[in-house]
């Protein structure tokens, strides 16, 4: 057994399993050469290193020279609560006890961030430097691979004050990226109902416990959606109508694939993601938002703002147009077109959109 005390007689020490251990050149003034197999204690999984340990530094232990490569199989992520996969890993370190230098690789084919349930694809590239004597380490920079979607992340990884675990703080950016790849992290479907081209920027805190990391996990950030559509063939026509009706073209079927984008600033807590600004747009109209979505529960709570290009009269045909021309100038505000106060509520499967009629009248007055 291998233990590591931690620096803080408060903290608990570090414990690694050793199988086997074979050291030649032992003595006090020289490096070691060792081959080591041992297990990891979370994730779980076995280690195999070879390399230079030493001369030992008897007046700071944690300065004693350590040099060498390694293989990390078979790491059961599930052993770190909320997550899953199973996890490999190779690389070389050098350094000191207290801040080695470490340059490697990582390969999750089922990664598993407890959300969706959706298993993805996860690789990763990364420089880190590890302080074996505390285990803190800070991460410069992890370059992640998910699907056909890049990551980078900075920060660091380190012991929390109180309490047992480590917290991750991360500054996070996406891009390229493919939008439904991010979202089969966090949605609980097989197909995402959008896709599109995403660049994204957020904090990641995820400190330790008990709960699932749709609980723990917290981000503050901004993205920004080009060329978004969605998957489902009604939500599509539906999109395709706004269109038409927004350009005050409603018969017009040449409008047909309508690409829209997306950009807004979020925040996640406590399994909610709240969304201060939100905002949607597509040839002919654009959709302001605020409100949240819970991954949980999948229940939409937004309410907003959909301006149109064309009047209200324009977004119809026949005897419908003239009988809405009247009203037109109810349904403007700052120049031409059509303004209407609507929400979204119900859940991500079936939306249920409502136009508050009363903020117009309450306008109009």
């Not at 008897?58 to 293989?71: A, E, I, K, R």
């Not at 207290?98 to 340059?103: D, K, Q």
Request: aromatic share 6%.
């Amino acid at each position: 057994m291998l233990t590591i005390l931690s620096a803080n007689p408060a903290k608990p020490p570090h414990e690694f399993a050793i199988h086997k251990l074979r050291m030649q050149s032992v003595g006090r003034n020289q490096p070691m050469s060792f081959r080591v197999t041992l297990t990891n204690p979370i994730p779980v999984g076995q280690i195999q290193s070879r390399g230079k340990f030493g001369p030992w530094n008897s007046d700071d232990p944690s300065l004693t020279p350590v040099s060498g490569s390694y293989t990390f199989s078979n790491a059961d992520l599930s052993t770190v609560h909320g997550l899953g996969g199973t996890l490999s890993s190779l690389g070389n370190y050098e350094g000191v006890l207290s801040e080695i230098r470490v340059r490697g690789e990582t390969d999750t084919p089922d990664f598993d961030l407890g959300i969706s349930g959706n298993k993805l694809h996860l690789t990763t590239q990364f420089s880190a430097v590890v302080d074996g004597v505390s285990g803190d380490t800070l991460l410069q920079p992890v370059e992640a691979q998910l699907l056909a979607s890049k990551m980078v992340a900075r920060g660091r990884v380190a012991r929390v004050e109180v309490g047992s675990g480590r917290v991750i703080l991360l500054d996070v950016t996406a891009g390229p990226a493919r939008l439904e790849d991010l979202l089969r992290l966090a949605v609980k479907s097989p197909t995402p109902s959008i896709t599109g081209a995403p660049s994204v920027q957020t904090k990641f805190d995820l400190h330790p416990g008990e709960e699932t990391i749709a609980k723990r996990l917290k981000l503050d950030g901004a993205f920004n959606v080009q060329s978004a559509r969605f998957t489902n063939p009604e939500t599509e026509a539906k999109i395709n109508s706004l269109s038409r009706r927004g350009q005050g073209k409603p018969r017009d079927q040449d409008i047909q694939n309508t690409p829209f984008d997306l950009q807004g600033h979020f925040a996640l807590a406590n399994s909610e993601a709240t969304f201060s600004r939100l905002s949607f747009s597509l040839p002919g109209a654009s959709l302001g938002l605020q409100g949240g979505f819970g991954l949980t529960t999948q229940a939409l709570d937004f309410h907003g703002t959909l301006r149109l290009q064309a009047k209200v009269s324009q977004i119809t045909t026949g005897i419908k147009s003239l009988l809405l021309k009247p009203i037109d100038r109810l349904f403007e505000r700052l120049g031409a077109g059509t303004v209407l106060p609507i929400e979204i509520t119900g859940t991500r499967e079936e939306p249920s959109f409502h136009v508050d009629i009363g903020k117009v009248l309450k306008r109009s007055d």
